[in-house]
């Protein structure tokens, strides 16, 4: 996964928790996801700074594989058709 687009703190935890494939790592998952607020960058102007657009892009697709691996665990762990994620 690309690094966060230098946010090392949300980098770090997103690294430990797909390294992790126990309870742990889930957790780590859930807390790097709860730092999300929104689309990265939200309320710049991207014509001022049209050069962080492939930075943001890759925060995003940083952000889905997190959560896009959360959600393929919690589903493993309940099994087929157990219904929505539990928190």
Partial sequence: MPPLGGL???DRLA?????RHD????L????????VR???STGIDLQR???AEPAIQEMVSAIVDVAYE??????EASGPLAGPLKT
């Fill in 15 to 19: 690294r430990t928790g797909l390294s």
């Fill in 28 to 35: 780590v998952l859930r807390r790097a996801l709860a730092l």
């Fill in 49 to 51: 700074y049209a050069w």
């Fill in 8 to 10: 090392s703190h949300d």
């Fill in 23 to 26: 309870e742990d790592g889930d």
């Fill in 38 to 40: 929104g689309r990265p």
């Fill in 70 to 75: 959360l959600s393929s665990r919690r589903c």
